[in-house]
């Protein structure tokens, strides 16, 4: 590198010496996906963006039938019954799980497609 | 519901009665997705969460060759140039962007299969 002239008439970088302007020239339309879309699908991750959540999505995942009882959910995550049920409320509201009352305990079911509709959206940006 | 004999001997419900029992049995081992393992991947998936950084992803997506000046990124988003600054730098820290500075302005790409690598992880629960 030593030998190569060094111009300090022209302190400008590269860009300008060439022409090109510092201002900012967008030479492309810019494609951003509108707000409230960017909301509610910010939204529906956020459902998932929970620790406790997702235990509780692949808890009921590796049962069999992709369905658990209650019963069966809130001893190994460690947290009080009314933690663990709100929880469930959430995953049932976004339509993730499905609840079902048989007798005295309810079942939570994945819904199928669901999860992987939410991420196919994502990828699809 | 008038009429119906009431047992105040057998005040239970029905799964008792039938000798049901009311105890939770379960008989599948419950394979919950590690604590430490959960929060981390809540904390990726919280980084996309985010309608701004949603729309980042999308403008950046976009662009040819997946990458965006920082100055054709601030003005569509209506936002101070602090706050989109922010959501870059988090989705840079997240290893979802890249950022390339070149003379007055910073480029940011999208790191080829990180988002797809995140979905991929719950996609898998």
Do not use: K, N
């Not at 406790?52 to 369905?67: D, F, Q, W, Y």
């Not at 079902?100 to 819904?111: H, I, K, M, N």
């Amino acid at each position: 590198m030593f030998g190569v002239p060094v111009s300090f008439t022209s302190p400008l970088p590269l860009a300008d010496i060439t022409g090109r302007a510092e201002a900012c020239a967008p030479g492309t339309e810019v494609r951003a996906l509108p707000r409230e879309e960017a909301q509610t699908l910010a939204a529906r991750l956020r459902v998932i963006a929970d620790p406790t959540r997702l235990r509780l999505i692949s808890m009921v995942s590796a049962h069999p039938g992709r369905e658990a009882c209650v019963c069966d959910l809130t001893e190994p995550l460690g947290l009080t019954q009314g933690t663990v049920s709100h929880h469930l409320r959430v995953l049932v509201d976004a339509g993730i799980f499905t609840r079902e009352q048989r007798g005295t305990w309810a079942y939570f079911a994945l819904v199928p497609g669901a999860v992987d509709a939410l991420l196919g959206e994502v990828a699809a940006l």
